[in-house]
């Protein structure tokens, strides 16, 4: 089994950064596609980004698009997202999640809050 870890969550004003971290441990010798998502009080869980297991392919909502940055560092078994230029519709509660054992995310990080204020 793996289990993910986020952090880095906290408190920005809008037009600041936060990096979030996922770090995964437990049955880690593999690579995996790994996703960040995010869900704000009242609203469904949404796609923010992700990044394929060799760190070659990114994807991201529109919504970050140019304000966000996903990234891998495989021997520390984590992935980074880099969150600059924060809006208040920014503030969520952000899960990191992987595919470990289909081709869904089925694998899901406790999460890490996140609120951007005016």
């Known amino acids: 089994q793996v289990q993910l870890i986020e952090s880095g969550g906290g408190l920005a004003r809008a037009g600041g950064s936060l990096r979030l971290s996922c770090v995964a441990s437990g049955r880690t010798g593999s690579r995996y596609d790994t996703a960040w998502f995010r869900q704000a009080p009242g609203k469904e869980r949404e796609f923010v980004s992700s990044?394929?297991?060799?760190?070659?392919?990114?994807y991201y909502a529109d919504s970050v698009k140019g304000r966000f940055t996903i990234s891998r560092d495989d021997p520390k078994n984590r992935v980074d997202l880099q969150m600059n230029s924060l809006e208040p519709d920014d503030t969520a509660v952000y899960y990191c999640a992987i595919k470990l054992q289909s081709n869904d995310y089925d694998t899901w990080g406790q999460g890490t809050q996140v609120t951007v204020s005016a």
């Open positions: 990044i394929h297991w060799n760190g070659e392919i990114k």
